[in-house]
């Protein structure tokens, strides 16, 4: 079975400033994808970014990426330049390569930006 | 840009009532999924819906639960005799074909007194 670990259930961040927001995994897959997603107050979730494991590259979209250590089974997103739209709910997720079926999601972390 | 959209936002239900979520997923989409989030907790997998059957499902989705794609357009969660633990927030998403990325409702908030 696969499982999902975020251990900051809240974090605050001044605007402008970087934040790093944690997220483990346990599994026994070779291959598969991770993903952090955001919800904003009362809206859906969005994807932030998405990491195949077979890549060793890290994952960057625009002040967003991530630090994925698949030895550690380590995934985590760094913010720069953090914005007040950045305050969310952020979940990291996993999902097996080849099961377009579902994911298994981190109980999230609350992002407070600070003006 | 397309988005899933779910009614209602809330409902509020007795125990053992009968209650329908639905959700209109992107129109292209192929692969549709339920999730669920009970307060305070993870988001749970429900199940998963392609080609008109579900593909996958949880040991959450037992038989008081099922879904149906009645037309071309809505996915729906029905859930028949509901439980005072049923109470959470129910996402809808869906994905294309064989895409990782599931796009998500806004979730429908369900109380069950």
């Known amino acids: 079975a696969q499982t999902v670990t975020q251990s900051q259930p809240e974090m605050s961040v001044q605007e402008a400033e970087t934040v790093t927001l944690s997220c483990t995994y346990d599994?026994?897959?070779?291959?598969?994808?991770l993903f952090w997603y955001k919800q904003p107050p009362s809206r859906q979730m969005i994807l932030v970014i998405r990491q195949e494991a077979y890549k060793q590259q890290n994952a960057t979209e625009n002040r967003f990426s991530v630090n994925f250590q698949k030895a550690a089974k380590s995934f985590s997103l760094k913010i720069s330049d953090s914005q007040l739209g950045d305050t969310a709910m952020y979940f990291c997720?996993?999902?097996?390569?080849?099961?377009?079926?579902?994911?298994?999601f981190g109980s999230g972390t609350k992002l407070n930006v600070k003006p | 840009e397309p988005e899933v959209t779910q009614t209602p936002s809330h409902q509020v239900t007795q125990m053992g009532q009968e209650v329908i979520l639905r959700c209109v997923p992107i129109s292209n989409h192929l692969y549709f999924y339920w999730y669920r989030q009970i307060l305070g907790q993870k988001v749970e997998f429900l199940v998963s819906?392609?080609?008109?059957?579900?593909?996958?499902k949880s040991e959450i989705f037992d038989d008081q639960f099922s879904v149906e794609r009645p037309d071309g357009s809505n996915f729906t969660l029905k859930i028949r005799s509901t439980k005072l633990e049923d109470s959470a927030m129910y996402f809808c998403?869906?994905?294309?074909?064989?895409?990782?990325?599931?796009?998500f409702g806004p979730g429908t908030r369900l109380t069950v007194t």
């Open positions: 998403a869906s994905s294309e074909y064989h895409k990782y990325e599931q796009y």
């Open positions: 599994t026994s897959e070779s291959d598969y994808y």
């Open positions: 997720a996993f999902m097996k390569h080849g099961n377009f079926n579902k994911f298994y």
């Open positions: 819906f392609y080609n008109n059957e579900i593909s996958e």
